[in-house]
């Protein structure tokens, strides 16, 4: 017996459904069978993107593919968007970023790759287990990019806090954008290093790694410009005095991991 639209229940939120989609919470009104089709869905939704539905009709939302292409051509409107208010349209930062960490690991576990970001070799004077720390480091640049978030996001809520009423929470979420490009580019950088056959020690690919940091310098210089609305001396002034804050904290903390490391190697 079919069902009337009257008794018809969202089975998500137990409102009433008269059409295709509940008006309340959006859930398409239909089978509870998971099937090929669901995964299917569920994957197009997470990479490509989906409609949220509404009583005012379906709204567009970005999966991650569209939401970091969109950060890539227009950094500057998709943070503003997203810290104006339209968070349900992409991505949210961190699961981007953790999907980004995710799929990229993937990708090169599958490739027999480390992931390379550029960094220059260790001196083999170090001592052994401080060696193991840094070459840890140096092979896990997915883990030393969100290590950075929350120190750039302190540095850079000091060094604007006269021409800004952006919270340190804003700031980390901009960090969140920018970790996942930083993983991004890691990422082809260390396939077109082992694609072309360069010498992972080598000025080649210590030059490609000097332009992701170009380039990640630049995309802050770009967000911070349009959101903060100074110069671009400003702001690049300000992104410079920024990223050396947060690079002396980032190297205070490794060094007392250093220290503890090898204390509690002596004991």
Same mark, same amino acid.
């Given at each position: 017996?079919?069902?009337?639209?009257?008794?018809?229940?969202?089975?998500?939120?137990?409102?009433?459904?008269? &059409?295709?989609?509940?008006?309340?919470?959006?859930?398409?009104?239909?089978?509870?069978?998971?099937?090929?089709?669901?995964?299917?869905?569920?994957? *197009?939704?997470?990479?490509? =993107?989906?409609?949220?539905?509404?009583?005012?009709?379906?709204?567009?939302?970005?999966?991650?593919?569209?939401?970091?292409?969109?950060?890539?051509?227009?950094?500057?409107?998709?943070? =503003?968007?997203?810290?104006?208010?339209?968070?349900?349209?992409?991505?949210?930062?961190?699961?981007?970023?953790?999907?980004?960490?995710?799929?990229?690991?993937?990708?090169?576990?599958?490739?027999?790759?480390?992931?390379?970001?550029?960094?220059?070799?260790?001196?083999? &004077?170090?001592?052994?287990?401080?060696?193991?720390?840094?070459?840890?480091?140096?092979?896990?640049?997915?883990?030393?990019?969100?290590?950075?978030?929350?120190?750039?996001?302190?540095?850079?809520?000091?060094?604007?806090?006269?021409?800004?009423?952006?919270?340190?929470? &804003?700031?980390?979420?901009? =960090?969140?954008?920018?970790?996942?490009?930083?993983?991004?580019?890691?990422?082809?950088?260390?396939?077109?290093?082992?694609?072309?056959?360069?010498?992972?020690?080598?000025?080649?690919?210590?030059?490609? =790694?000097?332009?992701?940091?170009?380039?990640?310098?630049?995309?802050?210089?770009?967000?911070?410009?349009?959101?903060?609305?100074?110069?671009?001396?400003?702001?690049?002034?300000?992104?410079?005095?920024?990223?050396?804050?947060?690079? *002396?904290?980032?190297?205070?903390?490794?060094?007392?991991?250093?220290?503890?490391?090898?204390?509690?190697?002596?004991?």
């Amino acid at each position: 017996m079919k069902e009337k639209p009257s008794e018809r229940l969202c089975r998500n939120c137990g409102s009433p459904v008269g &059409e295709r989609y509940c008006p309340r919470c959006g859930q398409e009104y239909g089978s509870t069978r998971i099937t090929w089709r669901t995964l299917y869905d569920e994957m *197009v939704s997470l990479l490509i =993107g989906d409609s949220l539905f509404s009583e005012t009709g379906a709204i567009p939302r970005y999966g991650m593919l569209q939401t970091l292409w969109r950060f890539v051509r227009h950094p500057a409107v998709t943070v =503003g968007e997203f810290i104006a208010g339209k968070q349900r349209k992409y991505v949210p930062p961190l699961t981007l970023l953790l999907l980004v960490c995710t799929l990229c690991l993937l990708t090169l576990t599958g490739l027999g790759y480390e992931l390379l970001d550029g960094s220059a070799a260790a001196e083999e &004077e170090i001592d052994t287990m401080i060696f193991s720390l840094f070459g840890f480091m140096n092979s896990h640049i997915e883990i030393i990019a969100l290590l950075n978030v929350p120190w750039l996001a302190l540095a850079y809520r000091w060094v604007f806090r006269s021409r800004s009423q952006l919270r340190y929470m &804003e700031y980390f979420y901009i =960090g969140l954008y920018l970790a996942s490009l930083h993983i991004l580019l890691a990422t082809l950088l260390t396939i077109l290093t082992h694609a072309c056959g360069f010498d992972p020690d080598g000025m080649p690919q210590f030059w490609l =790694g000097r332009i992701i940091t170009v380039t990640l310098c630049v995309y802050n210089v770009v967000i911070i410009r349009n959101l903060l609305k100074i110069d671009w001396t400003r702001s690049l002034a300000g992104c410079l005095l920024g990223q050396l804050i947060a690079a *002396v904290l980032s190297l205070t903390v490794i060094s007392l991991i250093v220290t503890v490391w090898e204390i509690a190697a002596e004991i």
